[in-house]
């Protein structure tokens, strides 16, 4: 998915650093509503980058939309767009978005199975729900490469996890490895995504990496964090030193999450628009390449223009630091 804002913040982002050994406290992120654009705007719930954390692991990005009825909200209908030094991560809870880039891919997003995109050294794709969707939900996630992979090839890989049943809960782990299950697909980092679903009156203790850092994006329901309370939409973050998680379902009906971790991040980040790189350099050239017609290639099979680039600020990235 673009980020379809028409002045994007340049964010300088650097590794967290967790209190080792400590339990951990909730740090509760709360989302900010964007809209995709068009004239009845797909508005989507932004949690990732914020001023208070901007990385969780190498997870950078995290938008959170639906349920929508795209009969009044239009869908979604994200024009060819570039993409470097990053991999995309969409996940479906309903509806269907078709997919089309650069490398050649023409797939589907569908529910409980994961399209993850790398974009390296330059990409381009569209994202467009399709006629028979009707109600569209669901999380688009980003994921920053370290230095030494950010220029690494075009690459698509799609993944249906078998779902883990569980006391009281089912998982679906599409990426890195929990509650017994590994995904086979490739990543730069260490990393762990996975959907929670937890029945009413459940809870739920898992076992972690405690050199990650983790986030809980609740979807629906009422769920606690290590006891503390997590409202819809929220992403509740804990630092890496503890090797459980518990969560806890409260409601009188199923809840629904998605769990993102990683090892913090040792590098620092500088991201605008759809770019990631090291420098405002780096993203000047990124802008510079889209719109002259390099680097990213060519997206077929949609009908309509691609997206252009918003104007860069008129001053240099200023460092934006992550919270320690």
Known sequence: MSN????????????????????????????????????????????????????IGAWCFADHYGPDDVSESGGMDVAPHPH????????????????????????????????LMTGGHGICHSEVSTPSTTILHGVQLW?????????????????????????????????????????????????????????PGT???LDIDPAFEHGVLLDHGDIRVHGTTLKQAELGYTAPGTPTLTLSNDGPGDAR?????????????????????????????????????????????YDGDRLPAPELPTVALKPRGQVR
């Open 4 to 55: 379809t804002e028409t002045h994007p913040a340049e964010v300088d982002c650097a590794a967290s650093v967790g209190p080792g050994g400590a339990c951990p406290e909730l740090q509760i992120l709360t989302a900010r509503d964007v809209p995709l654009g068009g004239p009845r705007a797909m508005t989507v719930r932004r949690t990732l980058p914020q001023r208070a954390r901007t990385l």
């Open 84 to 115: 470097t030094g990053l991999q995309t991560v969409s996940w479906l809870f309903s509806g269907e978005i078709e997919h089309r880039d650069s490398l050649g891919s023409h797939a589907f997003v569908r529910p409980g199975e994961l399209n």
């Open 143 to 199: 994921v920053a490469l370290p230095a030494e992979h950010r220029d690494a090839d075009r690459d698509f890989q799609h993944h249906i996890p078998v779902p883990v049943q569980l006391d009281g809960a089912e998982a679906r782990v599409f990426l890195g490895s929990l509650a017994g299950d590994t995904s086979p697909v490739r990543t730069f980092t260490p990393l762990l995504g996975a959907e929670l679903t937890l029945r």
């Open 203 to 205: 809870t739920l203790t």
């Open 257 to 301: 999450l998605i769990l993102l971790g990683g090892p913090p991040f040792q590098e620092q980040i500088v991201m605008w628009w759809n770019f990631i790189g090291r420098s405002h350099e780096d993203i000047a050239t990124a802008r510079r390449d889209w719109m002259e017609g390099t680097r990213f290639g060519v997206v077929t099979g």
